[in-house]
């Protein structure tokens, strides 16, 4: 299995409060993705990281905002968590143009009270 | 904008058969397609990735078929096990990853 860690696993939070998720990678991949996951919408990006402190907004990044300070770490934060946010969250990373194939984490399921 | 649609959304069938999955996605300019299959509760898994120059690709009792001028891929499953439940997911790579819905597979015993 690729290296990559997402922490928390779950995590239950009130609406309003700040949260951040964690993406870990040990297989120093250069692209790092973050997709919600949701009955009935699918797969959907959030945002995606092509290097370091190199960022791009998905389709779905309205509320969120990410960072890349390295190379192994994407951080996803939801700046005042609303209940439209409670979702499964996965992290995925890439290697274009070496390996195309993306990797998954296990996911973070977050409920927004 | 590109749009991935799975059909069917689910499927039953009993163990031994030979099964087929479709995708279908509305712009031909990608880079490659990509299986993936999801357990409940987890994280996605490539299981097959096959590049816009090639027409298919196989991995044991798996084999995917990519025809980028009519937009459609299958997945092709032999002598399904019930091991082989799960959800299967297809995405297409041309400026993004783009997921399907996925199809949820039950194969019965």
């Known amino acids: 299995d690729a290296g990559i860690t997402q922490s928390p696993r779950h995590k239950v939070t009130e609406t309003g409060t700040p949260v951040t998720l964690r993406c870990h990678q040990t297989?120093?991949?250069?692209?790092m993705y973050w997709y919600r996951q949701d009955p009935g919408h699918g797969l959907r990006l959030i945002h995606y990281s092509y290097g370091v402190k190199d960022t791009d907004k998905g389709e779905v990044s309205d509320g969120y905002s990410v960072s890349r300070s390295k190379t192994e770490d994407f951080l996803l934060t939801l700046e005042s968590a609303t209940s439209s946010q409670t979702s499964v969250y996965f992290c995925a990373i890439s290697d274009l143009g070496a390996n195309e194939k993306l990797f998954f984490g296990s996911g973070t399921q977050l409920s927004v009270l | 904008k590109q749009e991935v649609t799975q059909i069917p959304a689910a499927l039953s069938v009993p163990e031994g058969e030979n099964l087929v999955l479709n995708c279908s996605f509305t712009?031909?300019?990608?880079?490659?397609l990509q299986w993936f299959r999801q357990d409940p509760g987890k994280g996605l898994t490539s299981l097959l990735l096959?590049?816009?120059?090639?027409r298919e690709q196989t991995s044991g009792r798996l084999n995917a078929s990519l025809d980028k001028s009519s937009g459609r891929s299958t997945l092709y499953i032999a002598a399904s096990q019930p091991g082989d439940s799960a959800t299967y997911l297809c995405?297409?790579?041309?400026?993004?990853?783009?997921f399907g819905p996925g199809t949820r597979l039950s194969v019965l015993p």
């Open positions: 297989e120093n991949h250069r692209y």
């Open positions: 995405a297409v790579y041309g400026q993004n990853f783009v």
């Open positions: 096959i590049q816009s120059s090639q």
């Open positions: 712009d031909s300019a990608i880079y490659n």
